[in-house]
């Protein structure tokens, strides 16, 4: 059974609608501002005496940040970003609505290229020295010879772009100039380099050290050329290991012009070593970042164990060695002697006394 809705209702479910509709539906716009500065938010086109109240993040600001209907905001930080919403008389009727980002103008950014895996072309990547905390737009542009080359920057990392070499063995340099924008600022830099100045190998890889048997003192380390490197045949690198025990801060350095191994034949033995290796082309551009650190310790000779009839040999000389005899023992043996003696003695006089007396019978 239904039960008829009086008007009454009706109006003031639509007066509902309408306020909530206001307070929801004004479209936002964004105001940057610099960290550390003052800044003012004005109400629209709200009249400059008007009643108004302003919201942040839905919550109702204190009337003693208002100049009129503007709001004002004295030395804003991080935490001063949000949505600021003003509205207007006791009606809250929404007027204005904006999105408050504060951040600061960037500094020049830092700009690096380098070539991996010469010939084939060369890299640039880029970063800011401090974060902004608003967005940043990166703008790169590379030439070569008054000549503009495109930049293909990479889907990720999206601070990195790849120029490949037009004209090899050039002697022209490459000039390449960075810039970065955004709502508070812009600023910039540019570099300029030879082709052969920005080559730089990567690491080698799989580096691995072990001990050689029966040689207290080496250890053989072997490594593979660092599988960006395009062309070993033509361009070849020479590498540059070094080695040191742990309980020692003193590297040493040995410079190899060829080859993926050596052998370090000055290890103290016993104790544990940390290797690394570096890479460069044997002509041309700077040495690569040392690889991944390895550890190993020389061989050592396993202790040799006492055999059972050994043993056996050991306990018997020890035993026969530490015997003595007691001293009542030889007591007992002269005792022993005395009485024998004395029997003998009365043996031999008892006869001749009998002869004796039968004699003068």
């Known amino acids: 059974m239904s039960f008829p809705v009086p008007s009454t209702c009706y109006v003031v479910l639509a007066a509902v609608v309408v306020v909530y509709a206001q307070r929801h539906s004004q479209d936002s716009h964004t105001q940057y ?10 109400c629209g086109s709200v009249d400059r005496d008007a009643v108004v109240t302003w919201t942040a993040n ?28 003003c509205y207007e008389g006791s009606s809250w009727h929404l007027k204005y609505r904006v999105n408050l980002r504060v951040g600061t103008p960037p500094k020049e950014p830092v700009l690096m290229c380098r070539s991996n895996n010469y010939p084939n072309g060369f890299y640039c990547s880029w970063h800011l020295p401090s974060p902004t905390y608003i967005p940043d737009t990166f703008n790169i542009t590379v030439k070569h010879d ?14 990195r772009c790849y120029i490949r ?10 000039k390449v100039t960075l810039t970065v924008t955004n709502a508070l600022g812009r600023n910039s830099t540019t570099i ?71 052998v370090v034949t000055d290890a103290y033995a016993g104790k544990e070593y940390i290797i690394q290796v570096a890479a460069k082309d044997n002509e041309i551009g700077t040495w690569s970042d ?36 007691p001293a009542t023992t030889k007591a007992d043996e002269s005792d022993r002697q005395a009485n024998c003696g004395a029997a003998a003695i009365s043996w031999v006089v008892g006869p001749v006394l009998v002869a004796f007396g039968i004699h003068f019978i």
Request: with cysteine.
């Open 33 to 42: 501002a610099q960290l550390g500065k003052d800044v003012t938010l004005q």
């Open 58 to 85: 839905n919550t109702d600001l204190d009337a003693s940040h208002l100049n009129g209907s503007w709001l004002v905001l004295r030395h804003v930080d991080l935490s001063h970003s949000g949505l600021y919403s």
């Open 146 to 159: 008054s000549k503009e080359i495109v930049c293909e920057k990479d889907a990720s990392p999206k601070n």
């Open 165 to 174: 070499y037009l004209h090899l063995f050039s002697t022209k340099k490459y």
């Open 192 to 262: 300029s380099f030879d082709e052969f100045a920005i080559v730089k190998p990567d690491p080698p890889e799989n580096v691995v050290a072990k001990p050689i048997p029966n040689n207290p003192r080496r250890l053989l380390v072997t490594w593979q050329y660092p599988s960006t490197w395009p062309d070993p045949d033509s361009f070849p690198l020479k590498f540059f290991l070094r080695y040191r025990p742990l309980i020692i801060d003193y590297w040493q350095h040995v410079e190899l012009s060829d080859g993926t191994s050596h």
């Open 290 to 325: 040392w690889s991944v650190a390895v550890h190993a310790t020389p061989w050592t000779e396993e202790p040799k164990h006492l055999t059972t009839e050994a043993q056996g040999t050991e306990t018997t000389t020890s035993s026969t060695s530490a015997f003595v005899v």
